[in-house]
Every structure is written in C-alpha cells, then in structure tokens.
C-alpha cells in the first residue's frame, strides 16, 4: 500500500464532528515500515489530536523511532500543510532532510522537506544533550 492509499483509507475514520475536516497522515520508517493516524476531536476543542500525532504515537507504539517520509492529506482542494505543532514532532524523529508530502483527497501532491517546512527548528541539541 503506498502512503497516499493509506492516509487516504484512514482519513475516512477520523473522528471531526466539530470541524467537519477530517485528515489522515502515514508514515514511512527507516525499517519501511507504514504507520498510519487520523484526527480525533473532542468536546474539549481544541483537545483533540492530529492525524501526523496518531501516526506518530502508532510508529513509537511499536518501537521504531525514525521517520523517512510523511504524507498528509485533508479534506481540502488544494494540499494542507502540517501544523507547526506537528511540524515539532515530525522532527523529533525526522531529519531536515526528511521528505513531507502533502496532498489533496483528489491525488494532487507536492514534495517538500522537513527542513523546508521548519528551519531553525527545536531540539535536543538545545537542551544540551546530543
């Protein structure tokens, strides 16, 4: 199954009753494994989780810990961007040169970088450990 087919597949059980948008992220690790996550909204707006977060805490869940490639696709005509937030956890277990893409329910895709989407971005090295 490719990242588009699985992001595609799991948008469809996000959980959007407020916002009506419903997303869904897959995600390919070094291993080539795909892992996959949708939205999950709650009355407690906005307390709810991204699908890049599920798909995340899916790919940690079992034990892998580094992302070569994500692919997000939302209920929008054109391609949406991941969040900053999980632009952030993205590169927890991403490097800057990490493909992102980002695409429309239609297939419309574009590719970018992780470096591309947040430079200068946060992490370990400034907490001074390596």
Do not use: W
């Not at 009753?17 to 707006?45: M, W």
């Amino acid at each position: 199954m490719s990242l588009f087919e699985a992001a595609k597949f799991v948008r469809k059980n996000a959980h959007a009753p407020y916002s009506n948008f419903h997303v869904g992220a897959a995600l390919r690790t070094a291993s080539g494994a795909i892992f996959s996550g949708c939205n999950v909204e709650n009355a407690a707006y906005p307390e709810g989780t991204c699908a890049e977060a599920g798909a995340i805490a899916a790919m940690a869940a079992a034990g892998e810990r580094v992302i070569v490639e994500i692919l997000v696709v939302a209920d929008a005509d054109q391609p949406v961007t991941p969040c900053g937030g999980c632009r952030q956890k993205i590169s927890e277990f991403a490097d800057k040169d990490a493909v992102v893409i980002i695409a429309s329910p239609k297939g419309e895709q574009f590719r970018t970088t992780l470096g591309e989407l947040l430079p200068g971005s946060f992490g370990l090295g400034h907490l001074g450990k390596s």
